[in-house]
C-alpha cells in the first residue's frame, strides 16, 4: 500500500466502516506520561478535508493544551453535526517531538474500534505547513523487510510494533527522516485547512 496516501484511505473507509489492508500497530505507546517529549502545536486543531469537494470526508481536530491531547474525529463532510446518524470515528492523540520530526500517537475510540482496527497505538508522522497537514504511517513493507532490527513483527501484511517505548523512541530518532519509512507526501496527499466562514456582527 502507498504509505502517503494511508491515512486519506482511512478517512474514507473509515466512513464506510472498512480500513485499509494493510497497516502498522504498536502495543507500546511512543512516549508514556509526563514524558519530557510530550508536546502542543494549537496550529494543529481545526478542521481538514481530504480533497476539495463539499462532501469529501473531512477530519476534525480539537484539542486540550493543559492536558497535551488531542480528538480526531471524521464525519462524512464539514457540515455533520455530532448528532447525524453515522459511526462516531474518533481516535485520541498525543503529539511526540523526537529530533526534527513530530508524530502522533493515536488510540482509536468508538466506533473506530470496531472497525478492523486493533485497540493499539497508531504512529503518524505530522507534517503541519500553514494551511496544509499530511499524516504519513510508517511503510509497513520497509519494517517488514528490516527484520534485523526486531521491532516486532509482520503479519497478513500488516506490521506489529512490540518494541518497548524507549526503543521505539529511539528508532523513531534516527529514522524519523527517511523517507523510504515516511515517504513525502504528494500534493495529493494533503489535508487542506477549511477555512471557519466570517461570523456575522
Known amino acids: 500500500m502507498h504509505t502517503t496516501r494511508a491515512v486519506k484511505l ?3 473507509a473509515a466512513i464506510l466502516t472498512a480500513f485499509p489492508a494493510c497497516w502498522t500497530y504498536s502495543l507500546h505507546p511512543i512516549a508514556e506520561e509526563n514524558d519530557p517529549h510530550l508536546i502542543y502545536d494549537p496550529a494543529l486543531e481545526g478542521t481538514w478535508q ?3 469537494v463539499q462532501n469529501d470526508p473531512t477530519l476534525i481536530i480539537t484539542g486540550d493544551a493543559k492536558l497535551l491531547t488531542y480528538s480526531l474525529r471524521v ?13 462516531d470515528v474518533r481516535f485520541d492523540a498525543k503529539m ?7 508524530f502522533l500517537d493515536a488510540l482509536p475510540q468508538g466506533d473506530a474500534q470496531g472497525l478492523g482496527s486493533l485497540p493499539a497505538h497508531n504512529i503518524l508522522k505530522v507534517i503541519l505547513n500553514h494551511e496544509s497537514l ?3 504511517l510508517p511503510n509497513d513493507n520497509w519494517l517488514c523487510n528490516a527484520a534485523r532490527l ?10 506489529l ?16 527522516s527517511d523517507n523510504d519509512l515516511f515517504p513525502k507526501p504528494s500534493d495529493g496527499d494533503l489535508f487542506h485547512r477549511v477555512q471557519e466562514p466570517p461570523s456575522g456582527k
Open 10 to 12: 482511512l478517512v474514507i
Open 150 to 159: 526486531k521491532l516486532g513483527e509482520c503479519t497478513n501484511g500488516d506490521y
Open 96 to 102: 511526540v517531538q523526537l529530533g526534527a520530526n513530530r
Open 161 to 176: 510494533l512490540t518494541a518497548s517505548t524507549d526503543i521505539l523512541q529511539a528508532f523513531l530518532q534516527k529514522h524519523g
Open 134 to 136: 499530511a499524516l504519513i
Open 50 to 52: 481530504v480533497g476539495n
Open 75 to 87: 464525519v462524512k463532510s464539514p457540515e455533520t453535526s455530532a448528532h447525524d446518524d453515522g459511526p
